[in-house]
């Protein structure tokens, strides 16, 4: 069965520092992955997306980054975190090919101080 | 993608059936509706997905009008457990990879004892 995990589950860290939160997907090949952040009392934002190694879009310009060093390894990075970065990180997985939903990690709880 | 338009909340009591309507009326032909279940501090969670007319798994059921201009998640005998955020999605191809999607805000479902 497929599994995804997340890391860390919570993160506080100070306003100018850099981030780094980790997203791995196992049991599937060539997923398609997703970062959503979600701020408090809010819907989903989706932040990036990724059909292959290497291959990243990106749907909200701004001082986070993501990249796709293998196959089912989904990262999100930032240099410089600024106060309005935090919030909910959740990073999701949907099959290459297939059914359509989406499977979702069990996210990371940000605030930046 | 096509913009859908929810009810901001809900209330309801135990037992009764609760239905909860979305608007997306520059749906296109390829779109399919899926909707989802979120839990605080947690992922969102697939419930249904279709493409027209009714589906039904043991969950909900999904009711689509011919135009496809709307949908009705329909929850049957709701109980406490209930109570989440749910959000309706159209886009994207099923058995295509490679697809975006954009959460809403959701219906916030609140279910009384």
């Known amino acids: 069965s497929q599994t995804i995990h997340q890391w860390p589950a919570t993160l506080v860290q100070p306003v100018g520092s850099p981030l780094s939160l980790e997203c791995t997907v196992e049991?599937?090949?060539?997923?398609?992955l997703y970062w959503y952040r979600q701020a408090a009392g809010r819907g989903l934002q989706l932040l990036f997306y990724s059909v292959g190694i290497g291959q990243i879009s990106s749907e909200v310009p701004q001082n986070l980054s993501a990249s796709r060093p293998q196959d089912r390894q989904f990262i999100l990075s930032s240099k410089k975190l600024l106060l309005s970065d935090s919030g909910f990180y959740l990073c999701?997985?949907?099959?290459?090919?297939?059914?359509?939903?989406?499977?979702f990690g069990p996210g990371t709880r940000l605030t930046v101080t | 993608l096509a913009k859908t338009t929810q009810p901001i909340s809900m209330d309801s009591y135990e037992g009764q059936e609760v239905n909860i309507t979305c608007s997306h009326n520059n749906i296109a032909t390829n779109d399919y509706i899926t909707w989802y279940q979120q839990f605080p501090s947690q992922g969102p969670r697939f419930i249904i997905q279709g493409y027209k007319t009714k589906v039904t798994n043991e969950v909900a059921s999904l009711f689509i009008p011919a135009d496809r201009k709307s949908s009705t998640l329909s929850l049957p005998r709701v109980s406490l457990s209930d109570t989440a955020v749910y959000y309706c999605?159209?886009?994207?191809?099923?058995?295509?990879?490679?697809?975006?999607?954009?959460f809403g805000a959701g219906t916030r479902l609140f279910v009384k004892a």
């Open positions: 999605l159209v886009g994207g191809r099923p058995y295509t990879g490679g697809f975006k999607t954009i």
């Open positions: 999701a997985w949907r099959p290459g090919t297939g059914v359509g939903e989406q499977y």
């Open positions: 049991g599937t090949s060539n997923p398609n």
